[in-house]
């Protein structure tokens, strides 16, 4: 497919941000320590693009998310959507502005109140911005269940009646209910079965083009990532290691951690023999990052710079950005 | 291709079944499969399809009440494990067949060291002493990759990551050298470079010391790189039964069909994903035909009112559905389709 050259506009951009937790200890109860979920980010989400961050547990790509909806106070950074800096928005700003900016949960069960309706958990949301005048919110609602391919019936019954992946749609059609820009997907499909998971990717893709909504989909599953994303960011460790358009990441991956991560996917495919890079060993402890690059304790190529010098993220090819140092 | 001759277990016609409150649930309703020595065998389903009560009931730790085996057999090494008793069963467990489980952190016990714990399993089956019930449960770590195995032995499971909390759970399993090995979802809450470590170890010790195994999973991605046969089950049944590079290339069943056009795949490209319309019926009401009948594009008035009884289509593959029987091309068109 190829797309007419068109200015990208920047729909948000993320400058720097850092995201540490404290850890508590000692007999005062003092902070001993931080976790260093984020450390360090720069990135920009385009408009109308499937932004995926991608990684193993523990490398930041949720608390990216939860802070760029400031779910989580970042500890620094700046994060700006479209003219607005989100961290210096006071308490009532933000929440205005999270009209634009919604989410998806991995877990469609501990995200919906078991002891509201769907209409009244769909008409929260619309009360809550004040989207649309009390009198129309029914016929709103309606339609909302309508996009993610639920009857209106549905608008009376409790959640507990419906089946995970139509859990998953009633979530959806909570984030569309505020007409948003942006929608973060954490983990959204991977607590459902490959067949629904395939109709509720399905929806995803046919509103984004229906609503011309912007996606970051944060997935460890790279097969899903693949199938719905334009560009992928791979994250290790709180830093980004590579990020570039869907097709450069999957066919010409450059930091070694990627193609690991690539490789170690088993792959029903008899024509397409692949080579495996098995990683040794386990991801190490955030709180204590190891020196220089933080992949150098199981790359299987690393040199004497990787150990003392953190490498920089740097253009290695159209649309692509890699952070190593054997690759530049 | 790897020859595997001798059986060494035989389940036949399973049936496991659940009464509640709400109705009687046919979670394992009527299957069969063998296993060979050294072999593979892959499990694989979607949620609620039987698979994991598959291999509950293979070593009879379903819970009584409400589940219970209402029928079939399972044949070890020719003797029937339906009919021995439980303290003939604990015997069994443990060391002539093995079992990992998903989520390592529920099945280990969070106040015994990891070393204690596998050296319990050998006493309990070995007449060794404790000193050397304990090498044996080092030399086990060493064996399953885990660094430093001497400080690891003696530290909690708290205090392992998931991976290595896992590979204690393989080095427990095996440490008894059982002859069959249950992988119920070992790798699933594993990140994929940890999982790939995981499967290789499997992998590697099968191959020393002969153990077969059935691997149960809902990833196809897995089977495909470590079985030699798979089973696809769907609501309680088989419903596709043959060699796991065969379900690749050549899958027949419109289930097993549905579930790969379904994955979104690494190596290609795909704009739409194609879908199995409808969801998974409720065990306590089940169709009364093929149970995949209400979410088939192929069904046929037939297929709505008969269960159709695997077929044999190839050299080691077997189908249940009416498609692959004679009398397919003579069956009327179902009227009116069950809403989907």
């Known amino acids: ?39 360090d980010i720069s990135f920009n989400i385009y408009q109308g693009e499937t932004l995926s961050i991608v990684g193993e547990s523990g490398c930041g790509k949720s608390t990216t998310g939860r802070a760029i909806l400031r779910l989580d106070e970042p500890t620094s950074g700046s994060i700006h959507f479209q003219d607005k800096d989100l961290l210096s928005l006071g308490k009532k700003e933000m929440r205005s502005t999270r009209k634009d900016l919604q ?65 998953q749609r009633i979530g959806i059609a909570r984030a569309l209910a505020v007409d948003p820009k942006l929608i973060i997907c954490d983990e959204a499909v991977s607590a459902l079965d490959v067949s629904i998971q395939a109709q509720v990717l399905n929806l995803l893709k046919s509103l984004q083009r229906q609503f011309d909504l912007t996606f970051l989909f944060i997935s460890h599953d790279l097969g899903v990532v693949r199938h719905i994303s334009d560009r992928v960011m791979v994250m290790y460790l709180g830093k980004i290691v590579e990020i570039a358009d869907k097709k450069s990441i999957f066919e010409q991956p450059q930091h070694p951690y990627t193609r690991a991560l690539l ?6 495919n008899p024509v397409q023999e692949r080579e495996r890079i098995l990683l040794t060993g386990d991801v190490p402890s ?9 992949f150098h304790t199981r790359c299987p190529f690393a ?23 054997i690759v530049s | 291709m790897k020859q595997f001759e001798e059986k060494i277990l035989e389940v036949k016609n399973l049936q496991t079944y659940f009464f509640t409150d709400e109705g009687t649930s046919k979670a394992v309703n009527g299957i069969s499969f063998t296993l060979n020595k050294g072999e593979t065998l892959g499990i694989v389903g979607e949620s609620g399809s039987g698979k994991s009560i598959t291999s509950l009931s293979l070593l009879r730790l379903i819970q009584s009440p409400p589940g219970k085996i209402t029928g079939g057999s399972i044949l070890f090494k020719g003797e029937d494990l339906l009919t021995k008793t439980e303290k003939q069963m604990r015997s069994i467990r443990g060391n002539e067949i093995s079992m990992i489980f998903q989520e390592p952190m529920t099945s280990l016990n969070p106040v015994y060291s ?12 070995q007449k060794l002493g404790k000193k050397e019930a304990w090498n044996k449960a080092v030399d086990m770590l060493r064996l399953v990759g885990i660094p430093s195995p001497e400080k690891r032995a003696k530290q909690e499971p708290h205090e392992l990551s998931g991976g290595m909390r896992q590979r204690v759970m393989i080095a427990m399993a095996l440490a008894c050298h059982p002859e069959v090995l249950i992988a119920d ?11 790939a470590q995981i499967l290789e170890l499997i992998k590697t010790l099968q ?48 289930y097993t069909i549905g579930l790969l056009n379904s994955l979104p795949r690494l190596d290609m490209d795909q704009e739409e994903l194609t879908t199995i319309p409808g969801t998974v019926p409720s065990p306590y009401n089940m169709p009364k035909g093929c149970s995949f009948a209400p979410r088939c594009a192929h069904a046929k008035k037939i297929c709505e009112q008969a269960v159709p009884d695997l077929q044999t289509t190839g050299p080691s593959t077997q189908v249940s559905c009416w498609m692959f029987t004679p009398q397919w091309e003579k069956e009327y068109d179902a009227q009116e389709k069950v809403g989907v």
Do not use: W
């Open chain 2, 114 to 125: 990891a070393g204690e714990q596998i050296a319990e399993a050998i006493r309990l089956h």
């Open chain 1, 263 to 268: 490789s170690a996917i088993p792959v029903p």
């Open chain 1, 303 to 325: 040199i004497d710079i990787c150990k003392s010098q953190l490498p920089e993220l740097k253009i290695s090819a159209q649309n692509h950005q890699v952070a190593c140092h």
């Open chain 2, 185 to 195: 979802e070992p790798t699933t809450a594993l990140d994929v470079t940890i999982q």
């Open chain 1, 103 to 167: 989410v998806i949960f991995q877990d469609p069960f501990a995200s919906l109140n078991p002891r509201q309706t769907i209409g009244q958990i769909l008409g929260e949301a619309l009360s809550i911005q004040n989207v649309v005048p009390k009198e129309n919110r029914k016929s709103r609602i309606e339609e909302l269940l309508g996009h993610v391919g639920l009857r209106p019936e549905s608008m009376e019954r409790y959640p507990h009646e419906f089946s995970g992946g139509q859990r």
């Open chain 2, 207 to 254: 191959k020393d010391f002969g153990t077969a195994v059935i691997l149960i999973t809902h990833d196809l991605g897995v089977v495909y790189e470590t079985c030699d046969r798979v089973a696809v089950m769907y609501a309680g049944k088989i419903v596709e039964y043959t060699l796991a590079k065969e379900i690749f290339t050549n899958p027949k069943h419109p």
């Open chain 1, 1 to 39: 497919m190829v797309l007419p050259v068109v200015e990208k506009k920047v729909l948000l951009k993320v400058n720097q941000l850092k995201q540490y937790f404290p850890i508590k200890g000692g007999f005062f109860g003092r902070t001993i320590n931080h976790v260093k979920a984020v450390d």
């Open chain 1, 286 to 294: 955030p709180i204590d990052p190891p020196s220089g690059c933080r």
